[in-house]
């Protein structure tokens, strides 16, 4: 699976978005580390706070199915209508993504054509994770 396969797979989540108050749609596509893909997309609701983002749902989705470790995480976000342009993760996501991800853990942002590698030290550093327990 290419970077841009990944990009595509987070495009094609964000197709999923239910986002009728923000409409802010966004689609997130995890990769495994023996290669399967775990999507998810944001899931809204009518109390705002039940809402969840798309990096967690594909997160939650796959560690409830049994997967630990992953090789990379792609992000496609925008305003609905619009293309994509660049989503950063949200600071709760960053932290759901440290719990289960190595510091140097891919991240990738834009879209299906653009798109740049982070590290997820460098969305978030000097993070708290269980080895400060
Ligand atoms: N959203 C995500 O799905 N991921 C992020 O990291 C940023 C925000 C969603 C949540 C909400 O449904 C909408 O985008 C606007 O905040």
Avoid: W
Avoid at 17 to 34: C, I, K, Q
Avoid at 109 to 116: I, K, Q, V, Y
């Amino acid at each position: 699976m290419t970077d841009r396969e990944l990009m595509e797979c987070a495009q094609a989540a964000r197709s999923r978005s239910y986002s009728p108050y923000s409409h802010f749609r966004v689609g997130a596509a995890l990769l495994t580390a023996d290669g399967k893909v775990y999507t998810g997309c944001n899931i809204e609701n009518a109390a705002f706070s039940a809402t969840v983002c798309a990096e967690r749902t594909a997160i939650f989705k796959a560690v409830s199915a049994g997967e630990r470790n992953f090789a990379a995480l792609a992000i496609v976000g925008g305003r609905e209508g619009e293309t994509a342009e660049f989503c950063a993760p949200c600071g709760v996501c960053r932290q759901v993504i440290a719990e289960f991800c190595p510091k140097q853990f891919k991240i990738l942002l834009g879209n299906t054509e653009r798109f740049r590698a982070y590290t997820l030290e460098e969305l978030l550093p000097l993070s708290f994770s269980e080895s400060d327990l």
